[in-house]
């Protein structure tokens, strides 16, 4: 199995306040990405990056900010959490898209 | 862009049976085509890829899939399903280029009957 990990595994929080949700890799891999997954909906991309401090918005950006300042860490903060930003949150990984994506466990978010 | 559907929301076999799950993705050259599989309150494991050579691919488990590009069409099959299949399965179509990025079809819940 991929280096993969994300933290924290659950979290609720209220409407409004900061999340930052962490994921950790020990692969090297060059790319990461953040996504959500709703019931209905599969996995939709907030944000990826393709290096250090290099990242990109996905389908779904949109109150979501990322960052990356170390090869093996990509960060996902919700500024002002929304409960319409409750949802299960993965981070993937890949050095080469030939070899596929390779997921973390997921994060349980849920804004009260 | 690139876009993938999964016709089928919930599927129901008995242990033993066969088993095939339908893809159908859209996109202008030779995709990078994924299945992976979740079991409840579990990340997302790779089941099978293809991108080239091949068409019939062989995956962990048991599975296989097939490339056909006339029906733009990977479907994931098993010939005997076990009660441990019953899962939610993804099928992910991804290009080179632009971040090697995936997009998701909406999954397909498999229940399997004893």
């Known amino acids: 199995d991929a280096g993969i990990t994300q933290s924290p595994r659950h979290k609720v929080t209220e409407t409004g306040t900061p999340v930052t949700l962490r994921c950790h890799q020990t692969?090297?891999?060059?790319?990461m990405y953040w996504y959500r997954q709703d019931p209905g909906h599969g996995l939709r991309l907030i944000h990826y990056s393709y290096g250090v401090k290099d990242t990109d918005k996905g389908e779904v950006s949109d109150g979501y900010s990322v960052s990356r300042s170390k090869t093996e860490d990509f960060l996902l903060t919700l500024e002002s959490a929304t409960s319409s930003q409750t949802s299960v949150y993965f981070c993937?990984?890949?050095?080469?898209?030939?070899?596929?994506?390779?997921f973390g466990p997921g994060t349980r978010l849920t804004v009260t | 862009a690139q876009s993938v559907t999964q016709p089928d929301i919930h599927i129901t076999v008995s242990e033993g049976a066969s088993l095939e799950l339908r893809c159908n993705y859209s996109?202008?050259?030779?995709?990078?085509l994924f299945w992976y599989v979740q079991s409840p309150g579990q990340g997302l494991q790779l089941l099978l890829k293809y991108f080239s050579g091949d068409t019939l691919v062989q995956g962990i488990k048991g599975f296989e899939a097939e490339f056909k590009r006339s029906q733009s069409s990977f479907n994931l099959r098993k010939p005997s399903v076990h009660w441990s299949d019953a899962a939610e399965y993804f099928c992910a179509v991804g290009r080179t280029g632009g971040g090697n990025k995936l997009t998701f079809g909406t999954g397909t819940q498999l229940k399997v009957e004893l």
């Open positions: 993937a990984i890949t050095g080469d898209l030939a070899t596929g994506q390779y």
């Open positions: 996109y202008g050259a030779t995709p990078y």
């Open positions: 692969e090297n891999h060059r790319y």
